[in-house]
């Protein structure tokens, strides 16, 4: 049991050991199923070929269950990336809500981004249809007026 608790808070100080957190930020708050979102990150810490993805929460900012990869970059230079920037796509089938939340996670070494702070909603645009208008033609004869409908 004492063993299971040391092994425990190493693991959590080797999780928010500061070398290894990537910082996201997002461009936006407002976003539709299928539209684009800028993710921007830094991290201090990353190995040549290092993957980046960024994750989109579920509807209510938790990372804990089924996360979506929305995007991803591979690192091309060695241990730092500032800034980082991922093009993403919201996936079409994504849910309505107002709690979302992006992070970037990094594979080499392995580590969870911080979130990008601040709720993001996904609602899809509202279609609006208006009902056809006709307008008679309407020409000028001799400097008067004539309606094609008389």
Not at 12 to 37: A, E, K, M
């Amino acid at each position: 049991m004492k063993l299971s608790r040391i092994f425990f808070a190493a693991l959590l100080l080797i999780s928010t050991d500061i070398r290894s957190q990537i910082i996201t930020t997002v461009s936006g708050n407002f976003f539709c199923p299928g539209g684009s979102v800028v993710v921007s990150f830094t991290s201090p810490n990353a190995n040549l070929g290092n993957t980046f993805s960024a994750e989109l929460s579920d509807p209510f900012g938790n990372f804990y269950g089924q996360t979506q990869v929305i995007g991803s970059l591979q690192a091309d230079t060695g241990y730092s990336v500032n800034p980082g920037t991922i093009y993403c796509v919201i996936p079409p089938s994504t849910l309505s809500g107002s709690q979302y939340r992006i992070r970037v996670n990094g594979s080499d070494p392995y580590a969870f981004g911080l979130n990008n702070g601040s709720d993001i909603s996904i609602s899809p645009l509202l279609t609006i249809h208006l009902p056809r208008i006709h307008i008679p033609h309407l020409t000028i004869l001799n400097r008067k007026p004539y309606r094609d409908w008389e």
